[in-house]
């Protein structure tokens, strides 16, 4: 979003006529302060949390409603693994149940090894699916690890020259923008079943946060990290993200 990328057009359109000077969506760290009428949060607190569209989370301080997507951090993480989960994770969860996920289901996960990939493949697993996932052959073995019964390479391989279908197919980084086509995921789709796409909307919400807290706690959900960069190196941070070789997550750590 912040270099003006094709895909986050249809996000950037509502953003109102004003200069964003603190960017970042996704945080996690403790609670300094509280409103005298907020009765959920208490100062101390170690929270998670995902600003949207009101950005700010690159600070030492950010300012949350007490009904905003904010919730209590996953009690066997980190504050740094932590501030990688929400907005992904969401995405991942809220789209899965949109496709409609069950056990048996023969799932595609497209882009496996960014951070809603990533956590797709992870929760396609969770729920019983049985999932191929298509990523960088460099990668192979780390989304393995996450629960792909197996990975095509598609910088050697045609995944939809493969001959298999799939009950559903998740595009977990916008290819009906940059490339591939909705018509060419099609044709690996098994009758009756579902495209999900991460261009389709979905909200993020309070309760979707909560639930992936507790398949974080569970033991179903990590946030896999792939650097981390002091504030102070932001920018090498995001030239790191904006190459588009990156596994999972990049966190910006404040001291």
């Excluded at 919730?71 to 969401?90: H, L, Q, Y």
């Excluded at 909705?182 to 044709?187: E, I, L, P, Q, V």
């Amino acid at each position: 979003m912040r270099r003006a990328d094709p895909f986050m057009a249809p996000l950037q359109r509502p953003l109102p006529p004003r200069r964003i000077t603190i960017l970042g969506m996704e945080l996690a760290g403790e609670v300094e302060t509280v409103g005298a009428q907020v009765q959920n949060f208490a100062p101390g607190d170690a929270v998670f949390a995902t600003t949207g569209l009101k950005f700010g989370a690159y600070a030492d301080y950010c300012c949350l409603p007490a009904d905003g997507v904010v919730a209590r951090k996953p009690a066997n993480m980190d504050f740094a693994t932590a501030a990688a989960v929400p907005s992904g994770a969401i995405a991942a969860l809220a789209l899965l149940r949109k496709g409609e996920i069950r056990a048996g289901q023969k799932a595609l996960i497209y882009g496996a090894s960014g951070s809603v990939g990533s956590f797709a493949v992870q929760l396609a697993r969770h729920f019983g699916a049985d999932v191929t996932a298509v990523c960088s052959g460099g990668n192979r073995d780390w989304v393995q690890e996450l629960g792909a019964a197996r990975v095509i390479d598609y910088t050697k391989e045609d995944f939809a020259a493969q001959g298999a279908r799939y009950d559903l197919i998740f595009d977990a980084v916008g290819k009906m923008i940059s490339g591939v086509g909705k018509s060419t995921f099609n044709r690996v789709l098994a009758p009756n079943g579902r495209f999900v796409s991460i261009e389709m909307n979905y909200k993020e919400t309070v309760d979707g946060l909560t639930a992936v807290r507790e398949l974080c706690e569970a033991g179903a959900l990590t946030a896999a990290i792939d650097r981390r960069y002091p504030l102070a190196e932001i920018v090498a941070a995001h030239r790191y993200v904006e190459a588009g070789h990156k596994k999972g997550n990049v966190v910006i750590t404040v001291a």
